[in-house]
């Protein structure tokens, strides 16, 4: 069984905490975890799974050590990839922004020629813009927490859109392999 290999981006460590959350969900030996500011082109295009973590900060703008990896993303071919992403972001604060770095990435990879799974409802959230939703279909272009505002339903979106990646993915045991977690 190849395992999923899951890059994230982190500054104070809520992404890299909800990525080792969906690790513990989908099975630590389904999954590798990977640090983007540890990373090479070549460590990405090692997987045909993947799942991408990146929050957003400020207006709107991509979190330090994927724009320090930016270029390189932007040189790796995608094709016969699957790739599910996942979004943190203030839905409050920064409501006219709301996971627009999601968006961008999400823009980038499908462009390199990836197939993009795990796309998640935009009921429950409040924003006013989103680079991350698809117009007119009222979903996200990946998972979408906000531990900001929303830190309490985390857990349970988490285990939802697990059972739902799995299922996309192809997994042994599908939805029912996915660990329900109380975290």
Not at 111 to 129: K, P
Not at 157 to 177: K, M, P, T, Y
Request: charged content about 25%.
């Amino acid at each position: 069984m190849s395992k999923i290999g899951l890059f994230y981006g982190s500054d104070e460590g809520n992404t890299e905490g909800v990525a080792q959350r969906i690790a513990a969900r989908l099975g630590e030996d389904r999954v590798d975890i990977h640090d983007i500011a540890d990373v090479t082109q070549l460590e990405i295009a090692h997987y045909a799974q993947l799942i991408l973590g990146i929050p957003t900060w400020d207006f709107g703008q991509i979190q330090s050590d994927w724009e320090d990896f930016w270029e390189d993303v932007q040189e790796i071919d995608f094709s016969g990839k699957t790739v599910a992403l996942f979004g943190l972001g203030d839905q409050f604060g920064y409501g006219d922004y709301f996971l627009d770095a999601m968006g961008m990435l999400h823009d980038v990879i499908v462009a390199n020629g990836a197939t993009v799974i795990g796309y998640w409802s935009t009921e429950g959230y409040e924003f006013e813009a989103s680079k991350a939703e698809i117009p007119g279909q009222k979903l996200f272009m990946g998972l979408a927490i906000d531990e900001d505002q929303q830190e309490e339903l985390t857990g349970g979106r988490l285990n939802e859109w697990c059972q739902q990646i799995a299922v996309e993915f192809d997994l042994e045991g599908g939805a029912e392999s996915v660990a329900q977690l109380e975290d």
